[in-house]
């Protein structure tokens, strides 16, 4: 079982940044591909960045590339997504999960953190 807890969220103004961790327990990171998902109020979890096992790929969606950077510390057990230039429309509650593929598809993850709030005001 991997454990993943996310951190760094919370309110920020838009053209802002937030660096969000998602620290893993349970098991070593090493081997797991990582996503970043987001879900807004009344829409359904969306993919935001994805890196491969050793950090060595990395993929975004459309709306946040060029704003957003997904990176994997395997020595800390830990993966982050540096979020610059943030716009209201990135307000949502944030999401890591594990997965020992990688993949931009929700349901492809076996593991996933609790959230945390990422709000941006205009």
């Known amino acids: 079982q991997v454990q993943l807890v996310e951190s760094g969220g919370g309110l920020v103004q838009a053209g802002g940044s937030l660096r969000l961790s998602c620290t893993a327990s349970?098991?070593?990171?090493?081997?797991?591909?990582m996503g970043w998902f987001c879900q807004a109020p009344g829409k359904e979890r969306e993919f935001v960045a994805g890196?491969?096992?050793?950090?060595?790929?990395?993929y975004y969606a459309d709306s946040v590339k060029g704003r957003f950077t997904i990176t994997k510390d395997n020595a800390k057990n830990t993966v982050y997504l540096q979020m610059n230039s943030l716009k209201p429309e990135d307000t949502a509650v944030y999401y890591c999960?594990?997965?020992?593929?990688?993949?931009?598809?929700?349901?492809?993850?076996?593991?996933w953190g609790q959230g945390t709030q990422v709000t941006v005001s205009s």
């Open positions: 999960a594990a997965d020992l593929t990688h993949s931009r598809l929700a349901n492809a993850y076996d593991y």
């Open positions: 349970g098991r070593t990171l090493s081997f797991y591909g």
């Open positions: 890196i491969t096992w050793n950090g060595g790929n990395t």
